[in-house]
């Protein structure tokens, strides 16, 4: 019913930028909350950031300063910038949306396929 496909990972060195994207489509009605996680090899799935439909956002620790995320409601669409990469972050990227769907009065979480993205040192 819901479809994330996310977009912009990469080989990027290290210091430099990416911008990742995740588009939903499906019987969306609304998405209260759209997020990015990411998975470094051998380790536990982290959230990196998340943006209300509120505009409003928040950002694990180690990415402050960094990191923007944005969304676009009319495309149904988040953002993650990305600068100033480090060779740690070197991860799957994936976008994590909730979804209000036009036939299920719950919220659902929906996950994408993940992007990678590699940052040489």
């Known amino acids: 019913q819901v479809q994330l496909v996310e977009s912009g990972g990469g080989l990027v060195q290290a210091g430099g930028s990416l911008r990742l994207s995740c588009a939903a489509s499906?019987?969306?009605?609304?998405?209260?909350?759209m997020s990015w996680y990411r998975q470094a090899p051998g380790k536990q799935r982290e959230l990196v950031a998340y943006a209300t439909s509120g505009r409003t956002t928040n950002y694990a620790d180690s990415v402050k300063g960094r990191f923007t995320i944005s969304r676009d409601n009319a495309k149904k669409t988040v953002y993650l910038e990305m600068t100033g990469l480090k060779p740690e972050e070197t991860a799957d990227y994936y976008c994590?949306?909730?979804?209000?769907?036009?036939?299920?009065?719950?919220?659902?979480?929906?996950w994408g396929q993940g992007t990678q993205v590699t940052v040489a040192s």
């Open positions: 994590y949306c909730n979804v209000y769907l036009w036939t299920d009065a719950r919220i659902t979480g929906y």
């Open positions: 499906g019987s969306i009605q609304s998405l209260p909350t």
